[in-house]
């Protein structure tokens, strides 16, 4: 296990390298300057540009700046933007506490709610609620999220006057739950809708008449039996959901207005802050992998026969 | 009406809610929608904006985003009225008899928000420092006028000297501006934000300034939260006429236009900018005489690049012709919603020397349009192409301005997407635009001059249309050496009406402001480039 593990770790290291190539390069190649469209429509001075250029680094070959960025890197240094001139790694830990809260509301909201509306689901397959239940999800898999939003918002917000339509610069947690119920609602009806089949499967398996015949009490034999056997298919998707959250939401944080990792790579982007999108892309790069490996750990720990060596 | 009590239950009634999308709202709630605004002190105002691309240096801003916060915290010689007058901010009076050298009196007693006095040295020393090539300044060639900008911006290398040997202080409240040529409009240019003067404090570390400015203000400086907002207080020692007549001010950051106006209207915020297209059928009727509708100094045009295949050499018939063959009115009404006013001259109203051009080349003509279409010789290939950002918003009314060229005069006109505002400035820098792009400016200060030099010389930087005309150029120098203001204007004037039998662009529509405010403030005006007077505004309660 621990030789697996360590095993694992290593192998991010060129998946990292990888990517963060990958990433840059991509930047690197995209059309239009930066630094000259700080100035807009106005006048440009060239040689300005070019000493702006010079001081940043940006003259170099793709290489060289690459180079610069992993060796910076490793000293803890994220870069700088280029019009604010604030270093990177203040941009993303502003951001990412923010994703961090929203992504784990959203996911709880998607494991419970999820998970038990699947089970409830399940365990009468075929029957009215099964029927409901697969209509409901069908609707909120086929509903774009930023309908959802915006629904969301016209009813809590404008309606029932429950919330208030924007989450405020200080991101409480009670302003976050709508957003988070938004954010996981796609998610939830998948987790839903893999939970209720696998539960409906194994519903039927040998193991689950052997522990009828024994006599089990009906809790044990759903609780344990049945939803370890179920949830290996259903931890797979929410291992890379988890990642996919983290990775920040643009639609969702731009209709409420959350200033999280979204919208933090979108504003980059645009702004062609290559170092600002590297280094939240290596982020959300880590935290998938580190998710991909906690699932992988998680099927040894759901089904016994699995073993790592 | 918040709590996490309220909040827990949204979250249970969610999806049922969600399930039961169309089961109808319950009343609407009116009543207490005044300011409820979280974290936002009594007496404050609130608005959307964004944070400024750069740190807040006056000389390295030239968004609007970033000048919003700089004209709030500093101030210079002068302004401008909503007319587009002159009035004497800093300055006592600015006077030339020559147009060559200027005179600057301040006003005694000015201090900046760290008690230090605004002193002549303050405004040389600072106007020294943008200019400085050095320092890598945004707007530093706003200072080549001033004699002496060579050695401290040459083209090329080191500069020469700190200083530039233009200015020159008298007194402590006095200082000289001598210029390399004569500019009749000079005082006008002063009144652009990057003029304003920096404290001692400044020098001492100016990479931290640019985070915590101090300035000479109606307003100081509070706190620069980034990405989520920034608070300035009212300066209580202002002596300046545009003193804040709220106790201070939060610039606050939202991720669209959208989620701004949902705080606007849910009064969490006091003042919106611009209203975003999904929101701009209803939002006169959301906001009655609240909403705001007023132009301002910027015109939107497509910029012929005379390098091209289709316009080299072309005859300005032909551009007359195109013009004639977009339908401004219709465009303007249905698929700009009226966020824009059809244009009929080359300079926006609200600069001093706008005019009427007594022409029908802005008039919607099919029948003429393509007869001077044809008279002109037609472009290569029947074929002309926009250039435009993607990024910008600007697909809709680019596409529809097409087809209206090509049904009126049967010239085949497509729209040339670049994918975004980057890329679309380099294709102009480097001349690769096909046939024409969508250009816009904003005055920088309010005067026909800004909309003619800076845009159609042939050597202004920002002609980027390549436009090179000897008889305008030599228009544009009657103008530069006229003996007055008034003559200059004039002669810019009797320019204005030469261009117009060049056509080095087809001007479209003037900009809008279209935007609103909340019950909890009063008294929001606009001014000559469509920019709140924060400190005008009022709170009610």
Not at chain 1, 236 to 260: P, S, W
Not at chain 2, 399 to 418: L, Y
Request: proline share 5%; hydrophobic share 40%.
């Amino acid at each position: 296990m621990g030789r697996y593990v360590a095993r694992r770790l290593l192998q991010m290291i060129p998946v990292f390298l990888g990517s963060t190539l990958l990433v840059f390069a991509m930047m690197y190649a995209l059309p239009g300057d930066p630094v000259r469209a700080l100035a807009g429509e106005q006048a440009v001075d060239p040689t300005q540009i070019a000493e702006m250029k010079k001081e940043l680094g940006l003259d170099l070959p793709l290489w060289h700046q690459y180079w610069n960025y992993l060796v910076n890197l490793f000293q803890g240094d994220f870069g700088t933007q280029i019009a604010s001139g604030r270093p990177v790694a203040d941009i993303i830990s502003e951001a990412f506490p923010i994703t961090v809260r929203l992504a784990l509301f959203a996911f709880i909201f998607t494991v419970v709610v999820g998970i038990s509306m699947g089970v409830f689901a399940g365990l009468k397959a075929d029957t009215l609620r099964d029927r409901g239940l697969l209509v409901l999800t069908l609707l909120l898999i086929s509903v774009p999220s930023f309908v959802l939003g915006f629904l969301g918002q016209y009813f809590f917000a404008f309606q029932l006057g429950w919330v208030d339509p924007n989450v405020s610069m200080e991101a409480n947690a009670d302003e976050l739950i709508l957003p988070a119920v938004v954010l996981g609602s796609l998610s939830l009806a998948y987790v839903a809708r893999l939970t209720r089949t696998s539960v409906a499967e194994n519903l039927r398996s040998d193991y689950m008449r052997t522990a009828v015949a024994k006599g089990l009490p009906r809790r044990r034999i759903i609780g344990v039996h049945l939803m370890r056997n179920s949830m290996i298919p259903v931890v797979t998707f929410l291992g890379t959901d988890l990642g996919a959250l983290l990775g920040g939401a643009v639609v969702t944080e731009g209709i409420f207005n959350v200033k999280g990792v979204g919208s933090a790579v979108f504003d980059a982007l645009r702004h062609r802050e290559g170092a600002t999108v590297v280094g939240i892309v290596t982020l959300i790069v880590i935290v998938y992998l580190v998710a991909s490996l906690v699932v992988d750990l998680l099927y040894a720990v759901l089904d016994p026969r699995i073993r790592y060596a | 009406m918040r709590g996490a009590k309220s909040a827990k239950w949204v979250a249970g009634a969610a999806i049922i809610a969600l399930a039961a999308t169309a089961c109808g709202g319950g009343d609407s709630d009116d009543s207490s929608k005044a300011s409820k605004e979280k974290g936002k002190p009594a007496g404050y105002v609130s608005i959307d904006v964004g944070e400024p691309q750069k740190p807040l240096i006056p000389a390295d801003t030239n968004e609007s985003l970033g000048s919003y916060v700089i004209q709030s915290i500093f101030t210079q010689l002068l302004d401008f009225d909503a007319d587009g007058n002159i009035v004497y901010t800093n300055a006592e009076s600015v006077k030339s008899t020559d147009n060559k050298t200027w005179t600057v009196k301040l006003k005694a007693g000015w201090k900046f928000h760290d008690g230090t006095p605004v002193t002549s040295e303050s405004y040389i020393k600072a106007w020294n420092w943008y200019a400085n090539v050095k320092n890598a300044q945004q707007n530093a060639f706003w200072f080549e006028d001033i004699k002496g900008y060579e050695d401290v911006h040459p083209e090329k290398g080191d500069p020469k000297a700190t200083e530039m040997s233009g200015l020159k202080a008298v007194d402590d409240t006095t200082f000289t501006i001598e210029l390399n040529k004569p500019v009749p409009y000079y005082e006008y240019k002063l009144g652009y934000t990057t003029f304003a003067p920096l404290p001692e404090v400044f020098y001492k570390d100016t990479k931290a300034f640019g985070q915590a400015p101090v300035g000479n203000g109606p307003y100081v400086f509070e706190k620069w939260d980034h990405k989520k907002l920034i608070q300035v207080k009212a300066n209580p020692d202002y002596q300046g006429p545009n003193k804040a007549k709220n106790k201070g001010v939060l610039f606050k950051n939202y991720a669209t236009v959208e989620a701004a106006y949902q705080d606007l209207l849910s009064g969490n915020l006091d003042m919106i900018r611009q209203v975003g297209p999904k929101d701009l059928p209803k939002y006169k009727a959301d906001l009655g005489d609240r909403a705001i509708d007023e132009p301002y100094a910027a015109i939107q045009s497509l910029v012929p690049t005379f390098y091209s295949k289709t316009f080299k050499d072309i005859d300005p018939k032909v551009l007359q012709g195109l013009s004639m063959g977009i339908d401004r009115d219709t465009i303007t009404k249905t698929v700009l919603n009226g966020t824009r006013k059809p244009a009929t001259s080359f300079t926006p109203p609200g600069v001093a020397g706008n005019q009427d051009l007594g022409t029908d080349v802005f008039k919607f003509d099919p029948a003429k349009a393509k007869q001077l279409v044809k008279e002109g010789g037609g472009v290569p290939e029947n074929k002309i192409w926009i250039q435009y950002n993607a990024d910008g918003g600007h697909k809709e009314w680019v596409t529809a301005v097409c087809e209206s060229i090509r049904n009126s005069t049967g010239v085949d006109c497509v729209p040339d997407a670049k994918p975004d505002f980057q890329t679309d400035l380099e294709a102009r820098d480097n001349d690769q635009v096909k046939s024409m792009y969508r250009g816009g400016w904003v005055a920088d200060y309010p005067l026909n001059v800004n909309f003619m030099r800076e845009l159609y010389g042939s050597t202004a930087e920002a002609n980027n249309g390549r436009f090179s005309d000897k008889e305008v150029d030599a228009a544009f120098k009657k103008g530069d050496n006229a003996a007055s203001l008034d003559e200059s204007i004039k002669a810019y004037q009797d320019a204005e009406k030469l261009v117009l039998e060049k056509m080095p662009a087809i001007p479209l529509w003037e900009y809008k402001t279209n935007g609103g405010y909340s019950k909890s403030v009063d008294n929001v005006t606009t001014d000559f480039h469509g920019d709140y007077n924060i400190t005008e505004v009022t709170v009610t309660k």
